[in-house]
Structure formats: structure tokens, C-alpha cells
């Protein structure tokens, strides 16, 4: 609220000003009033009315420093596609900062994408037990048993990993060619090899289908998520919130777990990962589904949801849809299971992905004004706001922050140059938001620190600073699930941990 009310006085201000500048009629500018324009277009700003102590002074004149030189290369980053400024990134002197950074939390992250793909080959499919089969469309599946599966359709013959290896010359070009099967990252030129919105999203799907067997087996989800949360840790990211399906998990003699026991598992693995690193706030989980399936399956899913809000209040966040939205089905198609929370007296939250598209006037493209109806906790992606003033005047009013993931937005083909990325214009205004990583593993991105990089230099040029940086950080503990008493223990976790990086950087 008091986040609201700042927001709120900010605009008021900025009205005041402007309407005693309008009524002046002056012909000629008074370099006075252009002063006082040019402050308060500033304060409008994320970042603009953070006021900095004397050591985040001396810390934000050299990051303005480096920002200058950054803004000078002729290869600027930002304008590149990530996979290939990914190098340019990493030899950043802004880079590096960021990863020292503690950036609060990552608030949206999805179950199977969040672990390096190279984890996966170099350990997982190492285990014995392992079988692989190689589909018709060269993808991959894999699947953990005691004896050999069931043939798959379309798909070779299973064959054991540990002997497929054992039978190939080159095991390194083996395990590099099954890691390139479970990333959209490549060498080639990335507008040659996804030159479409539907070629990426075929390949982003194939890529979550190769991981689907290794990451489902049950002893393996638990190393899984540990992992995750040890990769977000490294990238000093102190609290996460994850998008999941709650798959059902299987054994190697092939019996299976319920989605209770999937949720178990992370609420077993996240406290011993906190217990193991007291300076690492905790994981929530938001259950998600499909946004293809049926109305019946999604309302025994909404049931579903409630029943685990229920039984797993501390670690069950709150409900989603998954899936690419521009084929999918919209919110509003769902509208009578969405109401049933409500009518049942569940405190099921909402964190509606919605704005996910460039395709305007359509019925998806009604999903955020949807997802306002329906009382989201926050909107991911809302690339698509600006088109909506309406939806946007709804979601600055009410506090219902966007889940920004700049590289995501890349990749998947909604905006080539992360300067002309709808968040920069909303980062200029102080709307809320937040800064993710959508599906890092897929990206060949690492927990926070690229997309950081990229909202900090692209969306705000010049105009960022260690204000900027420093908001955004603090914005992604505010507009967490995480409950007041719990969100001011987190904010004096990552006060501390700031204090420290401030100091450590001068």
C-alpha cells in the first residue's frame, strides 16, 4: 500500500507541475521551468524518488561511469540478440556488478527450465537406469525403468545410455548434441534457425518434451529443484517462486506419486536448502496447467488447487496457466472454474500469465483485462499493456505489478531490440514491476543477472542508475506471495545483504 500511495503523490505532483507550467502560456521557455520538467520526468522514474545514502552515492557515480562506456559500443548489447550478445554481456564491467547484486527474488521461474541443460546430460543421464530414444523430428526422450520401456510412437527403439555410450566414438559430441535438444541456445545465427514466432515455439516446446522424462523421475525431481535453487543462490537471489506443473512422478519399477506428493517434495527440499543456507529466504510454488485442456479437466485442476492451498498453505503460492498464449485458450473461456475459489470461500490466489503476444484485437489479447477481473496477484509478461491503457490505468491503480523477463521476450520473437521493449516506456512512468527470468535453462541464461543486465542497460539507458537497480530489487519482495510479517523479515535479509554489496563495491 504504501508502494501505492507513493505512486499515487508522484502523479499527483507530476500533475500539479504540469498544469501551473501550461497556464504560464509562456512563448519563450524559462530555463527555470525546464529545470523543474526535466527533475520531475526523473522522479517518475523506478528508481527516481529512491533516495541514496552517501556510500550509494559514491557506488552510483561509478556505475554511471561504466554506463557511459557501455552506452558508447558500437556492439551494444541490448540490440543484439541474446544469444549473441551473450558474450558481449559477460566481459561487462555492469555485468559483473550485477551478478555480485543481491536481487531479491525470482518471481517468475518454471519447474523444468530453471536447471542448466548441461546438469542435466553430465549428471543425470549418467545414472543408471537411463534410456533414451530418438525421435522421428530429431528430438529426444528419456525414461528411467528396471527393464526396457514400452516403444514409444514415433520414436527409435530404447536403448540404455550407459550402453549408447559405450558404443560411440565421440561421447562429447554425444552429450553436446543431447544438451542442444533441451535448449533453444545455438552457435548459428538465431534469426536463421528460429525465423518465426511458431518455428521458436516448436522448438521451446520439443526442448521441454527431451526433459520431461529425466526431470519426472522421482529421485531425480528432488536433485532437480536442489539444484535450481543452488544456481539461484550462486546468482544471489535470495527467494523464488516457481511455476509448476506438480507432474506425476514415477519410480523405476514404475509406479507413480500423486501431485500431493510432488508438492511434498518441494516443501521437503526447500527446507533443508534454507536449513543448509539460513541466508536464503525460501521457494513458493504456484501450481499451474495448460491453457489448451478442456474445461473439465481445468476446473477438477482449479479444484485441485484449492484442495492444495489447503493442505500446503506455506509453500502452495497460488494458480496459472501455462502454454503459449496466441494458441491457446483465453481467460475468459475458463471463466466459471476461475469463479469457483470465491464461491468456496479459498483464499487461492491468482498470478495470471497474460499480454504474452503481439497479436492485437484478439480474443487472447483480452486476457490482462481478464486477468484484472479476476483479481491477479501480478500479471507475467504483460508485453502487451501498452495497447491496453485501460488494462494499464487497472494495474498501476491496484498495484498489480508485471513480471518482465526482457530476454524471454526476446527469444520467443515479440521484440528484436530490447530498447523499443514496451517496459522501458513503463519503467519511465513507475509502473510496477519486476524483473524474471521466465525459463533460464532454455535461454542460456543464468538466474537473474542477464535479464537484469538487459532491463538496467537497454530498457534504461543513461536514464538507470543504482536507484533503478535497487527498486526493482526491493519491488520483487514487495509484490511476492510471501505475507507481510514474512516480506519484512525477507526485506531485512536483502537490506543486509545490500548494505554489504554497497560496501564491498565502492
Known amino acids: 500500500m504504501e508502494l501505492q500511495r507513493?505512486?499515487?503523490?508522484?502523479?499527483?505532483?507530476?500533475?500539479?507541475?504540469?498544469?501551473?507550467?501550461?497556464?504560464?502560456?509562456?512563448?519563450?521557455?524559462?530555463?527555470?521551468?525546464?529545470?523543474?520538467?526535466?527533475?520531475?520526468?526523473?522522479?517518475t522514474r523506478i528508481g527516481g524518488h529512491v533516495e541514496l545514502s552517501p556510500e550509494e552515492q559514491l557506488l552510483d557515480a561509478n556505475l554511471s561511469k561504466l554506463m557511459h562506456e557501455e552506452m558508447a559500443r558500437e556492439d551494444f548489447p541490448p540490440a543484439l540478440h541474446f544469444f549473441k550478445a551473450r558474450p558481449l554481456i559477460r566481459s561487462s564491467p555492469i555485468y559483473g556488478l550485477l551478478q555480485k547484486m543481491p536481487k531479491g527474488a525470482a518471481l517468475h521461474v518454471h519447474d523444468?527450465?530453471?536447471?542448466?541443460?548441461?546438469?542435466?546430460?553430465?549428471?543425470?543421464?549418467?545414472?543408471?537406469?537411463c534410456y533414451v530414444c530418438f525421435t522421428y523430428d530429431r528430438s529426444v526422450r528419456f525414461y528411467f525403468s528396471s527393464w526396457p520401456p514400452k516403444p514409444l510412437p514415433h520414436c527409435s527403439p530404447w536403448a540404455l545410455m550407459e550402453q549408447l555410450r559405450a558404443a560411440t566414438a565421440n561421447v562429447t559430441d554425444l552429450d553436446n548434441s543431447l544438451i542442444a535438444n533441451?535448449?533453444?541456445?545455438?552457435?548459428?545465427?538465431?534469426?536463421?534457425?528460429?525465423?518465426?514466432?511458431?518455428?521458436?515455439?516448436?522448438?521451446?516446446?520439443?526442448?521441454?518434451?527431451?526433459?520431461?522424462?529425466?526431470?519426472?523421475?522421482?529421485?531425480?525431481?528432488?536433485?532437480?529443484?536442489?539444484e535450481g535453487l543452488s544456481q539461484l543462490y550462486r546468482d544471489n537471489i535470495l527467494y523464488v517462486e516457481v511455476r509448476a506443473l506438480l507432474?506425476?512422478?514415477?519410480?523405476?519399477?514404475?509406479?507413480?506419486?500423486?501431485?500431493?506428493?510432488?508438492?511434498?517434495?518441494?516443501?521437503?527440499?526447500?527446507?533443508?536448502?534454507?536449513?543448509?543456507?539460513?541466508?536464503?529466504f525460501g521457494a513458493r510454488i504456484i501450481f499451474t496447467v495448460n491453457r489448451g485442456i478442456n474445461r473439465s479437466l481445468f476446473t477438477t485442476a482449479v479444484q485441485e488447487a484449492i484442495k492444495l492451498q489447503a493442505d500446503f498453505p506455506e509453500t502452495m503460492a497460488g494458480f496459472d496457466l501455462v502454454g503459449r498464449e496466441d494458441t491457446g485458450r483465453p481467460l475468459w473461456y475458463f471463466r466459471e472454474a476461475l469463479s469457483l475459489p470465491a464461491a468456496q470461500g479459498s483464499n487461492l490466489s491468482y498470478f495470471f500469465h497474460a499480454g504474452e503476444t503481439d497479436l492485437q484485437g484478439t480474443e487472447v489479447d483480452q486476457n490482462m483485462m481478464d486477468a484484472l477481473l479476476?483479481?491477479?496477484?501480478?500479471?507475467?509478461?504483460?508485453?502487451?499493456?501498452?495497447?491496453?491503457?485501460?488494462?494499464?490505468?487497472?494495474?498501476?491503480?491496484?498495484?498489480?505489478?508485471?513480471?518482465?523477463?526482457?530476454?524471454?521476450?526476446?527469444?520467443?520473437?515479440?521484440?528484436?531490440?530490447?530498447?523499443?521493449?514496451?517496459?522501458?516506456?513503463?519503467?519511465?512512468?513507475?509502473?510496477?514491476?519486476?524483473?524474471?527470468?521466465?525459463?533460464?535453462?532454455?535461454?542460456?541464461?543464468?538466474g537473474l543477472s542477464d535479464d537484469f543486465?538487459?532491463?538496467?542497460?537497454?530498457?534504461?539507458?543513461?536514464?538507470?542508475?543504482?536507484?533503478?537497480?535497487?527498486?526493482?530489487?526491493?519491488?520483487?519482495?514487495?509484490?511476492?506471495?510471501?505475507?507481510?510479517?514474512?516480506?519484512?523479515?525477507?526485506?531485512?535479509?536483502?537490506?543486509?545483504?545490500?548494505?554489504?554489496?554497497?560496501?564491498e563495491n565502492l
Open 374 to 446: 479476476f483479481n491477479t496477484s501480478r500479471i507475467g509478461h504483460g508485453f502487451a499493456l501498452l495497447r491496453h491503457p485501460v488494462a494499464k490505468r487497472l494495474s498501476r491503480m491496484n498495484g498489480v505489478p508485471l513480471e518482465v523477463c526482457p530476454i524471454s521476450n526476446q527469444v520467443l520473437k515479440l521484440v528484436k531490440d530490447l530498447r523499443n521493449h514496451p517496459a522501458a516506456v513503463l519503467m519511465s512512468e513507475g509502473h510496477p514491476l519486476v524483473i524474471s527470468s521466465d525459463d533460464p535453462s532454455m535461454f542460456g541464461s543464468s
Open 247 to 280: 507432474p506425476e512422478t514415477y519410480e523405476l519399477d514404475g509406479s507413480t506419486h500423486t501431485r500431493e506428493w510432488t508438492m511434498k517434495a518441494y516443501q521437503d527440499t526447500t527446507r533443508q536448502f534454507v536449513e543448509d543456507n539460513p541466508d536464503f
Open 112 to 129: 523444468f527450465a530453471m536447471v542448466d541443460a548441461e546438469w542435466l546430460v553430465r549428471n543425470v543421464t549418467y545414472r543408471p537406469h
Open 6 to 43: 507513493r505512486s499515487v503523490a508522484v502523479t499527483c505532483a507530476a500533475t500539479c507541475v504540469l498544469s501551473c507550467f501550461l497556464a504560464l502560456g509562456m512563448s519563450y521557455p524559462d530555463p527555470t521551468q525546464r529545470e523543474k520538467l526535466i527533475k520531475l520526468e526523473a522522479s
Open 453 to 503: 543486465y538487459e532491463a538496467f542497460v537497454g530498457f534504461g539507458g543513461l536514464s538507470s542508475n543504482l536507484g533503478s537497480l535497487k527498486e526493482l530489487a526491493m519491488n520483487s519482495i514487495r509484490y511476492s506471495s510471501l505475507p507481510p510479517n514474512l516480506q519484512e523479515k525477507a526485506m531485512a535479509l536483502w537490506q543486509t545483504k545490500w548494505n554489504k554489496f554497497v560496501t
Open 182 to 226: 533441451m535448449t533453444l541456445w545455438t552457435q548459428e545465427d538465431p534469426e536463421v534457425v528460429y525465423p518465426s514466432q511458431d518455428v521458436v515455439w516448436k522448438s521451446f516446446e520439443q526442448a521441454f518434451m527431451a526433459t520431461w522424462g529425466l526431470v519426472t523421475h522421482a529421485p531425480v525431481f528432488r536433485d532437480y529443484f536442489h
